[in-house]
C-alpha cells in the first residue's frame, strides 16, 4: 500500500461548482499534513497546512480526520484560476522529510 | 529574494552520457530535498540533505545516481552513466528553521530527456 494515495483524476467541474478532494494515509503516527499545488509544467508550492481542528483559507477549507487517516480539500465557488493539480503531503517520522501523493488534477471548465 | 535556482532548465542527452544537475538552496535554509517527477510515479524523493550531510538516500534508484552537497549554497545531482527511463523532472527544494521549516520551496525543475 502507498504511504499516500490520491485519486489522480482528472476532475472536472464547471466554474463556480464545488469540488472536494480526499488524500489516505498508512502511517498512523504521520504528524503533519498539507497540500501543495502543483500549475502545469510548474513547481509545486504550499497552498495551506491541515490541522487537526480544520482550517479555512478564504475558498478554500482542508480538514483532517485521524480516525480514518485522511485528509480533504474543498474548493468553493471553482475559478478557471484554480485548474492545477493538488498534491496531498504527510509528513511522517524526524527531520523535514515529507512523502507527497500523486496528485489530483482539477480542471475548471468555463 | 531569489528563490530555489536550480540548472540546466533542461538537458537532452543521449544513453550513457554523464549527466549533472545543480541546485543553490535559499540562502539560511538547512535543508535540501531532490526530487524526481514523472507521471507515472509522480513525486519521489530521492535524497535529503540536513546542514549538508545526506540524512536519507533510500530513495535513490541505483548506484548509477549520486548527490553531493559541498556546502550549505550548493548540492549536485549526478547520474552516469544516463538511461532513457531516467528522463524526469528533477526538483530540488530547500526548507529553513523554526515554526514554517516544514514548507518546502521548489526550485523550476530541470527536464531531463535521455534519448
Known amino acids: 500500500r502507498k504511504e499516500v494515495e490520491q485519486d489522480p483524476g482528472p476532475f472536472n467541474v464547471p466554474e463556480g461548482a464545488t469540488v472536494a478532494f480526499n488524500c489516505t494515509y498508512s502511517?498512523?503516527?504521520?504528524?503533519?499534513f498539507f497540500w501543495y499545488r502543483q500549475d502545469c509544467r510548474k513547481e509545486p508550492k504550499l497552498l495551506m497546512s491541515?490541522?487537526?481542528s480544520g482550517n479555512e483559507d478564504g475558498r478554500f477549507t482542508a480538514q483532517l480526520n485521524r480516525a480514518s487517516q485522511y485528509i480533504s480539500l474543498l474548493i468553493r465557488d471553482s475559478k478557471l484560476s484554480d485548474s492545477a493539480t493538488y498534491l496531498c503531503?504527510?509528513?511522517?517520522?524526524?527531520?523535514?522529510?515529507?512523502?507527497f501523493g500523486i496528485g489530483t488534477k482539477l480542471q475548471v471548465i468555463p | 529574494d531569489a528563490g530555489v535556482i536550480q540548472s540546466p532548465r533542461h538537458e537532452v542527452t543521449e544513453m550513457g552520457q554523464e549527466v549533472t544537475l545543480r541546485c543553490k538552496p535559499i540562502s539560511g535554509h538547512n535543508s535540501l530535498f531532490w526530487y524526481r517527477q514523472t507521471m507515472m510515479r509522480g513525486l519521489e524523493l530521492l535524497i535529503y540533505?540536513?546542514?549538508?550531510?545526506?540524512?536519507?538516500d533510500s530513495g535513490m534508484p541505483e548506484d548509477r545516481f549520486s548527490a553531493k552537497m559541498p556546502n550549505a549554497s550548493f548540492s549536485t545531482l549526478k547520474i552516469q552513466p544516463s538511461e532513457p527511463r531516467d528522463s524526469a523532472v528533477y526538483f530540488c527544494?530547500?526548507?529553513?528553521?523554526?515554526?514554517?521549516?516544514?514548507?518546502?520551496?521548489f526550485g523550476p525543475g530541470t527536464r531531463l530527456t535521455v534519448t
Open positions: 503531503v504527510v509528513k511522517s517520522g524526524g527531520y523535514q522529510k515529507v512523502t
Open positions: 502511517n498512523s503516527a504521520s504528524q503533519s
Open positions: 527544494a530547500s526548507t529553513g528553521r523554526g515554526l514554517s521549516s516544514y514548507e518546502q520551496y
Open positions: 491541515v490541522y487537526s
Open positions: 540533505f540536513n546542514n549538508n550531510v545526506p540524512i536519507d
